[in-house]
Every structure is written in structure tokens, then in C-alpha cells.
Nanobody, 118 residues
């Protein structure tokens, strides 16, 4: 099993910034993707941003230009820099680790709460 631990959430005013971190206990997929997901109350979990081992990224349209995903493989850490936060960004944010292609196991962190006040 791979342990993923998220941190960096908190309460911030609209327009503010937060930087989330996801630290993995180990790396088992040479070709992989790490994604940040979020789930707001009463809503489905959605993919916010993802990054592959090769550095390819993608973002949901609602965060493009505001959020940046990055990774530090030596530290087994993926970051999500969130700028210009909006109240609609309020959610629990989770990181996910899986093979880039395939139906193998995937791993989730426990989540970190992000609350953006207006």
C-alpha cells in the first residue's frame, strides 16, 4: 500500500492563495499520474489537476490560470499552488496516485479542507 498525506489546506479569503502538498510513502509506478481532486458538500468528486511522471499536466477549465500543479520526485511530493481563490473552490481536496495507463490499484489521501470565504 502507498500512503498519501495531504496538507496545506485552511481558511482563506477570496483572492488569497494556498499551497497544497501530497507526500507519498513510496513510489511503485514508473509511469504514473498524480491528480488533485476535490469534493464540495453535496457534489461529486471532480478532477482539478493532474501531472504525469513526465511532467504533462491538465486542469479543469474552472482553475486554469489560477492553479498550478507540480512535482518533486526526489521528495515524492506533488504540489497544488492555488491562487486567486474563489468561494466555489471550497472543498475537501484529495490527491490520487495511479498508473498512467491501466486498471491497477489507485491510492488516495485522506484529504485536506480548503475553505474560501467571500
Amino acid at each position: 500500500q502507498v500512503q498519501l498525506v495531504e496538507s496545506g489546506g485552511g481558511l482563506v479569503q477570496a483572492g488569497g492563495s494556498l499551497r497544497l502538498s501530497c507526500v507519498a510513502s513510496r513510489s511503485i509506478f514508473s509511469n504514473n499520474v498524480v491528480g488533485w481532486y476535490r469534493q464540495a458538500p453535496g457534489k461529486q468528486r471532480e478532477l482539478v489537476a493532474a501531472i504525469t511522471n513526465g511532467g504533462r499536466t491538465n486542469y479543469v477549465d474552472s482553475v486554469k490560470g489560477r492553479f498550478t500543479i507540480s512535482r518533486d520526485n526526489a521528495k515524492k511530493t506533488v504540489y497544488l499552488q492555488m491562487n486567486s481563490l474563489k468561494p466555489e473552490d471550497t472543498a475537501v481536496y484529495y490527491c490520487n496516485y495511479r498508473n498512467l495507463i491501466g486498471s491497477g490499484p489507485e491510492y488516495w489521501g485522506q484529504g485536506t479542507q480548503v475553505t474560501v470565504s467571500s
